[in-house]
């Protein structure tokens, strides 16, 4: 290098001294241009070697033009070597410097801080006047495709923007691009490096890569907290947000996280006791000090609900919003699908904290015949129809009893999470689902109350000023154009609507989704006080899977309980009447069924449900929708 021999193939014949002499020989003004004056051989050989044919060139040149271009074809060849071997001189100065003045830290496409990291730069670096972005489209509910990473972290630091909301033309955000930038940090210069040589498939595609951050100084502290101040930045700015993932695809367990906005503890309504017991019991067990205490007593450290109820009454709803308040990620899982050994698999790779909430446990067909443990039951026609029926959806879902249960307690089950499990038909499940130690409390989930009707009334109508504080305390983003629009109705006003609306929805006949929906066919408040009478009467005579279905089948379930107990001998023990049979009658719907006994077994003290008796119970003037 130091000689002038370049690396390059180009100059790899190339004499500097030579090149040198022809360069002082050629300045102009170093005499006269002569026609006839011959090159030295040995630069002659040169410039042939490097320009082939060189010597006729410059023989036509002379001849046609009377110019000797050696000069200039000499001074282009240096200049290109200058420059050529200053680069490689740059490059080592650069690797010198870097390896013994600079502290460095790799941050891997998939870990989570190179997305934190991303998200800093876009908000402090990249937005605020870079020239070379990434520019990617976010989604319509303010998510965002960055690498295998989907956020909303930009928007939702902003105020609102209608253009967010663009399902047609959803906003631009900006990234930064692959290579390196330079950028300040607590006074301090620090380099940015993006690259993808080690990035493949879905990643490279959607322009994710490995970072690399670099600071002046053999001390690696300022990048740490760096890196610090990335996490605090993003954990702001999820302060609204729950990170939610689902069932991932092809290779990944999980999908990568969904950002939804947080739903607050106050708008789900549900028995203030009831509701405040749950928080309480849940931030006892996520105090820091609880996984110690637990394992000091030998206690496994998980905790386990069943949220139970007729459909739309909250279930999933209270959940989210137990995820938001307690900063918990959230995995969900409808069931469906999944193998025994994926199950496990997906138990074993959630993190130390977090919520899973499994939707709808009663619908996953899970079942014991798949373990050949089929219960001993009364052996009628219908029965065989709904073990058939359920052993198709084991089939579908690909669950058995014991993979779910060795997914929970497995070894490779980690420690620390809090298992939700919803459902409409809790007498439907397993008991050795639901034991102490796997489900450790059962919430019902009833249809709104008169208290709750009110406070429905008043969340949907209140402006959105309001509705905002209640979660944030932050003051209103912008005020929907309908809601609550008439004139005249006040503060006070509408306090009286709403007990008024309320003393018209029976106690405990429909549900909030139901009361909800009415709410949002009808946007100010005085309509719907005019309208729910005759709505309400509608939703009574509803079908299957409303409230009053539930309400109407779970009496006639109790009415066949106290009918048949006395005739049962031993009471003890009597389980409930699970429905296999739904028909239609004249009056309404028949439901068949069996009343079980549940028995624990000696042999193994596990419980075994027993069906004793078939039964039947009739709904009136139900009809399906
Ligand atoms: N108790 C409640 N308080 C406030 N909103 C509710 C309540 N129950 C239901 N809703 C509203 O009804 C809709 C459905 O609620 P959600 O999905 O939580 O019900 P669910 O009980 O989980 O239903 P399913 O059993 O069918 O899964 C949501 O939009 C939610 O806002």
Not at 356 to 379: K, N, Q, V, Y
Not at 400 to 413: M, R
Not at 468 to 484: E, F, I, L, M, T
Request: proline residues 5%.
């Amino acid at each position: 290098m130091g000689t002038g021999k370049s690396k390059g193939t180009m100059f790899g014949n190339f004499d500097l001294g030579n090149a040198l002499r022809l360069v002082g020989n050629t300045i102009p003004g170093s005499g006269p241009v002569n026609q006839n004056k011959m090159l030295d051989p040995t630069n002659q050989i040169i410039l042939d070697s490097m320009i082939p044919g060189f010597t006729i060139i410059r023989q036509l040149f002379m001849n046609y033009f009377r110019l000797d271009i050696t000069s200039i074809v000499t001074k282009i060849i240096f200049a290109a070597v200058v420059i050529h071997g200053s680069g490689a001189i740059w490059e080592a100065i650069k690797q010198f410097m870097f390896k013994y003045c600079f502290s460095s830290v790799s941050i891997p496409v998939s870990d989570r801080l190179n997305r934190e990291v991303l998200l800093w730069m876009s908000t402090h670096v990249v937005e605020k006047g870079s020239r070379h972005l990434a520019a990617q489209s976010s989604k319509s509910d303010g998510e965002c495709s960055s690498g295998s990473y989907r956020f909303s972290s930009l928007s939702r630091l902003r105020r609102y923007n209608p253009a967010d909301f663009d399902e047609r033309t959803p906003a631009v955000k900006y990234l930064p691009t692959l290579g390196t930038q330079w950028f300040w940090h607590r006074g301090r210069p620090f380099m940015f490096t993006k690259t993808n040589s080690s990035v493949y498939g879905a990643d490279r595609a959607n322009g994710a890569g490995e970072i690399t951050l670099s600071c002046l100084g053999r001390n690696p502290e300022p990048l740490k907290r760096f890196l610090q101040d990335c996490k605090e930045f993003d954990k702001k700015g999820k302060e609204f947000l729950i990170t939610v993932h689902t069932r991932g695809d092809y290779s990944q367990l999980w999908s990568e996280p969904i950002l939804k906005p947080s739903r607050a503890l106050n708008t789900v309504d549900m028995d203030d006791d009831v509701k405040k017991s749950l928080i309480d019991d849940l931030s006892d067990y996520l105090h820091p000090s609880s996984r110690q205490a637990y394992g000091r007593r030998g206690v496994p450290y998980r905790r386990g609900y069943l949220f139970y109820g007729p459909p739309g009454t909250g279930k999933t709803s209270m959940c989210l919003a137990l995820a938001g308040h307690f900063k918990l990620e959230l995995y969900t899982l409808s069931g469906y699908g999944v193998k025994d050994d994926e199950l496990s698999k997906m138990f074993a790779a959630l993190p130390p904290k977090c919520m899973i909430l499994l939707e709808d446990i009663d619908s996953a067909g899970i079942t014991r015949e798949r373990m050949g443990e089929t219960p001993s039951t009364t052996t009628t026609a219908t029965t065989t129809t709904t073990s058939s029926k359920k052993r198709d959806a084991a089939a579908r879902s690909g669950i058995t009893l014991s993979g779910l249960l060795n997914a929970f307690d497995g070894t490779t089950s980690q420690e620390g999470r809090v298992l939700v499990m919803t459902s409409n038909t809790p007498e439907t499940l397993d008991r050795a689902l639901v034991r102490p130690g796997r489900i450790d409390r059962q919430v019902y989930f009833g249809p709104v109350s008169r208290r709750s009707a009110e406070a429905i009334f008043l969340r949907m109508f209140s402006s959105d000023s309001d509705v905002d504080k209640g979660k944030d305390g932050s003051a209103a983003a912008v005020q929907h154009p309908k809601w609550r629009s008439e004139p005249g109705v006040g503060e006070e006003e509408l306090g009286a609507l709403a007990v008024r609306f309320a003393e018209l929805v029976p106690e405990g006949r429909v549900s909030p989704a139901e009361l909800q929906g009415f709410l949002l066919d009808h946007k100010r408040p005085v309509e719907a006080v005019e309208m729910v009478q005759a709505w309400v009467r509608e939703v009574l005579g509803a079908g299957e899977g409303s409230v009053e279905w539930a309400r109407q089948k779970e009496e006639a379930k109790k009415s066949v309980m106290s009918a048949t107990t006395p005739k049962v001998m031993e009471s003890e023990g009597l389980g409930e009447v699970r429905i296999q049979k739904e028909e239609k009658g004249v009056t309404g719907w028949r439901l068949k069924g069996v009343l079980h006994r549940v028995k624990m077994d000696a042999a193994d003290g596990r419980s075994r449900n027993q069906g004793i008796m078939a039964v039947s119970l009739d709904i009136k003037n139900g009809n399906r929708r």
